[in-house]
């Protein structure tokens, strides 16, 4: 295990296994790079998983297999209009399985699928949250820049 496994073995990755067709995988499309599986359990209608093909714990450990991985799920968004396309890195950001996927999560009306920096009627609340938390230390190459 490598620090960039995010302390999993390639061969106790569920999504290394699929890739490798050790484990099964409703696949949706595939391309030489990365494959598009349907989730275990998708959170709205047409939930789609994108992975790359190499194992990489997240978004943050290897730019150009996120960037890859990205183009890919853009591919798909282009496809079905409204959508979230949504990823996590590390544990506090929910992250669960430690292999890089995004989610290409299609949107209906009253889908149901609530975002926490969303007040539900599309308002943007991220810069009042950000802005009141003083107990949220900001790394110096972010800055929060004035509205307008």
């Not at 699929?18 to 409703?26: H, S, T, V």
């Not at 093909?53 to 209009?81: F, N, Q, Y």
């Not at 609340?125 to 950000?130: D, G, I, N, S, T």
């Not at 107990?135 to 110096?140: G, L, S």
């Amino acid at each position: 295990m490598t620090p960039e496994s995010g302390g999993v073995s390639h061969a106790e990755c569920p999504f290394c296994a699929i890739l490798e067709g050790r484990a099964p995988a409703k696949v949706v499309r595939s391309w030489p790079d990365s494959l598009a599986i349907a989730p275990l359990t998708a959170v709205t209608a047409g939930h789609t998983l994108v992975i790359p093909r190499i194992h990489v714990a997240d978004v943050g450990v290897d730019p150009a297999v996120s960037a890859a991985t990205m183009r890919r799920a853009a591919e798909l968004a282009s496809e079905i209009g409204s959508c979230n396309i949504i990823t996590s890195r590390g544990e506090l950001a929910t992250q669960s399985v430690f292999h890089l996927h995004l989610h290409v999560l299609p949107r209906r009306p009253q889908d149901g699928l609530a975002l926490p920096w969303s007040s539900g009627s599309g308002e943007w609340m991220l810069r009042e949250k950000v802005a009141g938390a003083s107990d949220i230390a900001m790394p110096a190459a972010f800055q929060v820049l004035p509205m307008g």
